[in-house]
């Protein structure tokens, strides 16, 4: 009886002892989580304090006390460079450039067709000759591109013009890209040769000399 008493007790000292080791480990584990996180809020609370500025906030050290520095001078945004200057302007130095900066092909006179309906017939209506909807609803006339002096203006000057406006036209620099701009000036070119055209520049003859359809009754019976 003694020695089941003895061997009885050896077992349940076993057994608490190994309950005490548990909960200290787990104990430590807890205490280690919880260092490590007091860690980690400590560094990011001291990132979120670090001397800095608040937006439009004055500042003493700088010499003209804003705390909101200048672009350093020539700064350009990445993916602006406008570094082709004919292509941008439409200018060689203060001249107008005179010929497209690129080749015009069937594709670009599409393009170009099709942003001229979108933006420029409200007022130069479709054939260029400044009578569109806005301006028979009494909005200013703008001069037809087939006068003299637009059909011998210089590409540039088309695209000077879209691109800063001139007179009661405003610019269209924020609604129509640069490419655009030159395949309108293409297709304008196309209106004016369209208008004055010679019939040896008409492929296929004189467009004066097309058949005439047949006189009503004239069809053969069968």
Partial sequence: MTSQLAARSSRLVSRVGAVARSAKAAGSKVLLVLASLALVAGCRQDMHDQPRYKALRPSTFFADGSSARPLVEGTIARG??????????????????????????????????????????????????????????????????HIDRLRTAAAGHFFDVITNGFGAMPDYKAQIAPRDRWAIVAYVRAL??????????????????????AAEGSEKKH
Avoid: W
Wanted: proline share 9%.
């Fill in 192 to 213: 004016q040769l369209a208008q004055h055209a010679a019939a040896s520049d008409v492929p296929g003859g004189d467009p004066t000399k097309l058949a005439k359809p």
């Fill in 80 to 145: 602006t460079l406008q570094g082709d200057e004919p292509f941008f302007t439409g200018k060689d130095g203060k001249d107008d450039v005179t010929e497209l900066p690129f080749a015009v092909d069937e594709t670009v006179l599409d393009r170009g067709q099709e942003r001229y309906n979108i933006y420029c017939s409200p007022c130069h209506d479709r054939t260029g000759s400044g009578n569109g909807m806005v301006v028979q609803r009494g909005y200013r006339q703008p001069p037809s591109f």
